[in-house]
T-cell receptor
């Protein structure tokens, strides 16, 4: 199928802590993978992406590596800030039926405290 | 910058009313999407359009219809609003091709149906 599974939130961390948000996808086809972020009161915006196995996407200190062997695309950041508090969505392209559709995970809320 | 705008940030309607949600994008994108976002369910695709006057059902089209008379505008219509349609509605657009499927989102409309 075409599914994306994220770890349930909320994830609560102190400032400067290490962040991991897990994301796994169903191993159908060769999807492109994405992380989107939704700050409070806003729509989603692309955080990073990877289009093939072993690619690493990175942006704003966040990183995620496309791991085909474990069908994972975990989001990491070495030192979170209060301003990183948001909801994070993992997404993949579908196995078939293009039109630039995306399949989203349920989202993981991150709360960072000073 | 790509800009996707939605006609209202907050909307309150009564059961049975006909509701129009408007979305406009300024980047000449071929594809436009309507999602609803509910806690724990992530984003679910309602309808999408890959060209003017063209539309395809997404995963949860029941109770909704759409209209795309101009390339830049994609309208979501609730023919007879019901309380279970209380949700956050997100519009997105993307360009065909480029291989990455990146979507650009509007800020969302929080609809409450009483």
């Amino acid at each position: 199928g075409n599914s994306v599974t994220q770890m349930e939130g909320p994830v609560t961390l102190s400032e400067e802590a290490f962040l991991t948000i897990n994301c796994t996808y169903t191993a159908t086809g060769y999807p492109s993978l994405f992380w989107y972020v939704q700050y409070p009161g806003e729509g989603l915006q692309l955080l990073l992406k990877a289009t093939k196995a072993d690619d690493k996407g990175s942006n704003k200190g966040f990183e995620a590596t496309y791991r085909k062997e474990t069908t994972s695309f975990h989001l990491e950041k070495g030192s979170v800030q209060v301003s990183d508090s948001a909801v994070y969505f993992c997404a993949r392209t579908p196995f078939s039926g293009g039109y630039n559709k995306l399949i989203f995970g349920a989202g993981t809320r991150l709360a960072v405290h000073p | 910058d790509v800009k996707v705008t939605q006609s209202s940030r907050y909307l309150v309607k009564r059961t049975g009313e006909k509701v129009f949600l408007e979305c406009v994008q300024d980047m000449d994108h071929e594809n436009m999407f309507w999602y609803r976002q509910d806690p724990g369910l992530g984003l679910r695709l309602i309808y999408f359009s890959y060209d003017v006057k063209m539309k395809e059902k997404g995963d949860i089209p029941e109770g909704y219809s759409v209209s795309r008379e101009k390339k830049e505008r994609f309208s979501l219509i609730l023919e007879s609003a019901s309380t279970n349609q209380t949700s956050m509605y997100l519009c997105a657009s993307s360009v065909t091709g480029q291989g990455s499927n990146e979507q650009f989102f509007g800020p969302g409309t929080r609809l409450t149906v009483l």
